[in-house]
């Protein structure tokens, strides 16, 4: 797998939380379009869809980390992987190991990790070795596999990434779904009872819209829409007791 070199990982999003993101590019290609691939071709660290698709692994990513630790000691108490690539890539059992690993540092720090995958959550992450508090997530916004094959086409199919999380739930872990960017209907006609019944084992759940792209803009009852889903969404986790957030 290429490489590339960096002088921090560290920083605080613009969301406001801690992150790392330890490798530069996404073969997973999704087309809402990805803001993170966006924002690489803007700023030149890809020219073209081919070379985003291209992941290059942060060289010595496990030392710099060590060393930020060590010098914000105390300072952090999560940290999420990742904002701009994904931590459990499909294809790349480098970036899977990697990430073990950066989450393995952050905890023996004490510093819990969220992470967030379209790939598969490895059931290493219920090691004993981690901390039980970090937050185990899928993206899901559907369970139709022509949308993912439309949108997500190198992501992993859905029922692989809800089996992942269901195993990492019943080993005791903390999970989470999160359901954005949610299609509105003249992208995907879809019921979403039945992919919030098949996450129903979650601890929590985001759920919010489809933005960066005209498509969900032109769906003229839009705000009725993502209204009633959000209605639906809240009741669902209400009834359940998952501690849920709509930002819709
Ligand atoms: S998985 Fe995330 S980072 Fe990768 S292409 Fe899709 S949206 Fe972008």
């Known amino acids: 797998m290429e490489t590339v070199r960096r002088k921090s990982l560290l920083y605080r999003s613009g969301l406001g939380f801690w992150c790392l993101n330890h490798v530069q590019g996404c073969a997973h290609g999704c087309r809402y379009p990805c803001y993170a691939s966006l924002m690489a071709r803007r700023y030149g660290r890809a020219k073209d869809d081919a070379e985003w698709r291209r992941p290059r692994l942060v060289e010595d990513a496990v030392d710099l980390l060590e060393r930020e630790l060590s010098r914000k000691r105390g300072r952090l108490d ?3 992987l990742c904002l701009t690539t994904d931590p459990f890539m ?14 393995e540092r952050l905890n023996a720090h004490g510093v819990r990790a969220s992470v967030l995958t379209k790939g598969i959550l490895p059931l ?21 596999e022509g949308f993912r094959k439309r949108f997500e086409p190198g992501a992993a199919p859905y029922s692989e990434r809800i089996a992942a999380l269901e195993r990492l739930h019943a080993a005791g872990c903390r999970t989470l779904v999160h359901i954005e960017p949610y299609p509105t209907p003249n992208i995907v006609k879809q019921d979403i009872r039945p992919l919030l019944d098949t996450v129903s084992f979650v601890d929590e759940l985001y759920f ?4 960066y792209s005209p498509l969900a803009g032109a769906y003229a009852d839009r705000d009725a829409f ?3 889903q959000g209605r639906i969404v809240r009741a669902f986790c209400r009834e359940r007791h998952i501690r849920g957030t709509v930002d819709a």
């Open 78 to 80: 999560v940290v999420h």
């Open 90 to 103: 499909v294809g790349y059992p480098e970036v899977t190991a990697s990430s073990l690993a950066l989450v």
């Open 124 to 144: 290493e992450l219920a090691d004993a070795r981690l901390d039980r508090r970090n937050v185990l997530g899928i993206s899901l916004v559907s369970l139709d």
């Open 208 to 211: 919010g819209g489809w933005n």
């Open 226 to 228: 993502y209204r009633e």
